[in-house]
């Protein structure tokens, strides 16, 4: 089945500083790559999503990056604010042609701190 | 976005006894719910894939007679943990399944069984 690895397991940025989350998963055949976002005590939220016919999305902030011959995929927040601590994690699905199984594979997670 | 509900969001339990979580898509149909697990500082265990108006695909090492899942529409799936046991105590998330990959989760129930 496939395999998630996420690093770093923690990571401390400094307010306005660059923060980057990498993630590797094993199944070739894995199509789609979201990241969420979870806080202490609450639902994980969607905050971005990649499909593997794209190399590279932006949405404001956030941008993930997906290499498919590496088989790895970043998550990439630029002006970090306090607001952006939390827990992410990277996930891969394998949409199987003809059949239903959307299940996500997750990363362990990385909890992220920007200090003000 | 979609938005989805989860009754409820703090049990707490005698052992031996069962309860029953709900989860629920509010204004869109899901065909296939997840039930996940999570432990304090650790990432989501998917424990089984409910799909409507069949049976329940349990991941391995998921007894399916303790965690017995009923999806019997498009919008309500439901998860019962039977004879709950203090390991059994954890935080359950439920997540539906929109158009096509995208998951959107509930807001977990917090299980503690003494």
């Known amino acids: 089945g496939e395999n998630v690895e996420q690093h770093p397991s923690t990571l401390s940025v400094q307010e306005g500083d660059s923060a980057v989350i990498k993630c590797t998963y094993s199944d070739s055949a894995s199509n789609y790559f979201p990241w969420y976002k979870q806080e202490l005590g609450k639902r994980p939220q969607l905050i971005i999503d990649?499909?593997?016919?794209?190399g590279e999305k932006k949405d404001q902030r956030i941008a993930v990056t997906l290499n498919k011959t590496a088989k790895h995929f970043s998550l990439h927040i630029t002006e970090t604010q306090p607001e952006d601590s939390a827990v992410y994690f990277c996930?891969?699905?394998?949409?199987?042609?003809?059949?239903?199984?959307?299940?996500?594979?997750f990363g362990k997670g990385t909890l992220l701190t920007v200090n003000p | 976005g979609a938005v989805v509900s989860q009754h409820p969001s703090r049990v707490i339990c005698k052992s031996g006894t069962s309860v029953k979580i709900e989860c629920r898509s509010l204004d869109f149909q899901a065909t296939t719910m997840f039930w996940y697990r999570q432990f304090p500082k650790q990432s989501l265990m998917l424990m089984a894939t409910s799909n409507e108006g069949s049976k329940a695909t349990y991941e391995q090492g998921v007894e399916k007679d303790k965690f017995l899942i009923n999806h019997a529409s498009l919008t309500l799936s439901t998860l019962t943990v039977t004879s709950a046991h203090p390991e059994d105590s954890s935080f359950y998330i439920c997540s539906a399944r929109w158009l096509d990959e995208t998951q959107y989760f509930g807001p977990g129930t917090r299980l503690l069984v003494l």
């Open positions: 996930a891969a699905s394998n949409r199987r042609r003809g059949g239903s199984n959307y299940k996500l594979t």
């Open positions: 990649i499909r593997s016919n794209v």
